[in-house]
């Protein structure tokens, strides 16, 4: 069974950082499109930040400057470095592996709550 594993949520003050972490166990990890996603309650799910198997990244407009997605291969890990944060990055986060033809998998999220 495939799974997804988020871990470093928590509890910050505007202006600080968490670094999330998701361990995928995958063995064909290298040749998915990672992703991160955020809902926050009452809005739409929100694609985050996005590495492709290439190492391509893109990131939402909101984020920009602020969060960085990476990945280990060899670790079977994609990480999202989240800087600056604001009470609008308050949401549940969640790890995605994605390829075409059908392969797309979800971890169970994690909260992250900025608030002084």
């Known amino acids: 069974q495939v799974q997804l594993v988020e871990s470093g949520g928590g509890l910050v003050q505007p202006g600080g950082s968490l670094r999330l972490s998701c361990a995928v166990s995958?063995?064909?990890?290298?040749?998915?499109?990672m992703r991160w996603y955020r809902q926050a309650p009452g809005k739409e799910r929100e694609l985050v930040a996005a590495i492709t198997s290439t190492g391509s990244t893109n990131y939402a407009d909101s984020v920009k400057g602020r969060f960085t997605i990476s990945r280990d291969n060899a670790k079977k890990m994609v990480d999202l470095q989240m800087n600056s944060l604001k009470p609008e990055d308050t949401a549940v986060y969640y790890c995605n592996a994605w390829k075409r033809w059908g392969f797309d998998y979800w971890g169970q999220g994690t909260q992250v709550t900025v608030s002084s």
């Open positions: 995958l063995f064909t990890f290298s040749t998915f499109d």
